[in-house]
């Protein structure tokens, strides 16, 4: 694997998660792999999860870590080519994400829409300058559209907690005060198709993903009948990718409660954290058993790691 930008960059889903899985029992074998490279963990946003147990994954395997808050800590940076910067912007993405690329062997970065401007948000300039100017195998951390690593620790947490053979996964919007990204649910969507689920969404008129992400998966409007047979249900909010950015509803008939849960086939429920407790989903479902939001929280070292473990037999 050279970059980690997308599902794309996978060319086997099923032997990715089992391989994965496979890693998490044997990690230990693997502790010099990293030895002598670093990894830069560069963050233009907060995070608590992507940032801990990318690091835990990347000592895991020997590897120096460096990590730096880029948003609040380095040099504003100008994205567009050929800019007379004479602006706000003190250092061009170009020279920096070089700089960054001389330093370390693999740069992972977190960079979330700016939720304005949908094409420029769609275009994906901050990863696709990473890749274009560092000259290493760059891995998403969350960018404008996508966030894979969490994708991928969501479909080994599903492997790892399925019943049946096909089970039936709803990606359910709920509401939120704030209006976040598409990414996490964009993300999901396309794992989600490529995997042995039936995979349904069921959102508010208005929340529909961009088309490329609902191309082929079944949606509804009416989240009951989606929870019905459910084997896992996935919350996440998102603003509208119609009205760019924007909160359409915040209707609290779509927070996930035990009424709703009680719906479904015995789902487990899931949420890629952090979640807002009682507007979101209730706190008696997530403190109910068949909530699994830590061991897939703890899944994000897992897929970490055998993200890593490619890339660095790439090298
Ligand atoms: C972010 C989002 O929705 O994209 C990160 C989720 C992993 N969430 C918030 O900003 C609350
Ligand atoms: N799920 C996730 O990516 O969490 P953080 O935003 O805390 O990294």
């Known amino acids: 694997m050279k970059h980690f930008f997308s599902i794309s960059d996978v060319t086997d889903l099923k032997g990715i998660v089992a391989e994965a899985i496979d890693l998490k029992k044997n990690i230990a074998q693997f502790s010099e792999l990293g030895k002598g490279k670093t990894i830069g963990l560069i963050f233009f946003n907060s995070s608590l999860r992507t940032r801990l147990s990318t690091q835990k994954a ?45 330093y370390c062997d693999i740069i992972a970065v977190r960079s979330f829409a700016e939720l304005k401007n949908r094409d420029k948000d769609y275009a994906e300039e901050v990863l696709k300058s990473f890749m274009k100017y560092a000259g290493v ?15 991928l620790a969501d ?3 599903i492997e790892e907690y399925k019943k049946v053979k096909r089970p039936k996964v709803v990606l359910t919007w709920a ?52 929870f019905e047979g459910a084997d896992f249900i996935y919350a996440k909010n998102w603003s509208s990718y119609q009205m760019y950015g924007q909160i359409v509803s915040t209707d609290p008939a779509w927070t996930v409660s035990a009424e709703k849960m009680a719906l479904t086939n015995n789902a487990k429920f899931m949420h890629c954290l952090p979640v807002r407790r009682n507007v979101v989903v209730t ?18 070292v897992t897929s970490a790691q055998v993200v890593l473990k490619r890339i660095l037999e790439n090298l």
């Open 175 to 226: 509401p939120h005060p704030k209006a976040l990204p598409q990414a996490v649910p964009n993300s999901f969507a396309q794992w989600m198709k490529n995997a042995d689920v039936d995979f349904v969404i069921a959102c508010p008129k208005g929340y529909e993903l961009a088309p490329e992400f609902m191309e082929g998966v079944a949606l509804t409007h009416n989240q009951d009948e989606a």
């Open 283 to 300: 706190d008696e479902v997530l403190d109910a058993d068949y909530s699994i939001i830590i061991p897939e929280a703890k899944n994000r």
């Open 58 to 102: 990347a000592l895991n395997f020997g590897m120096s870590v460096i990590v730096m808050n880029v948003g609040s800590d380095g040099w504003k940076l100008e994205m567009q080519d050929g800019a007379i910067m004479n602006g706000d912007a003190a250092e061009h993405i170009k020279d920096a994400a070089r700089v960054m690329g001389a």
């Open 137 to 151: 195998p760059v891995i998403n951390l969350e960018s404008s559209t996508l966030h894979p690593l969490q994708s």
């Open 155 to 157: 479909l080994i947490t």
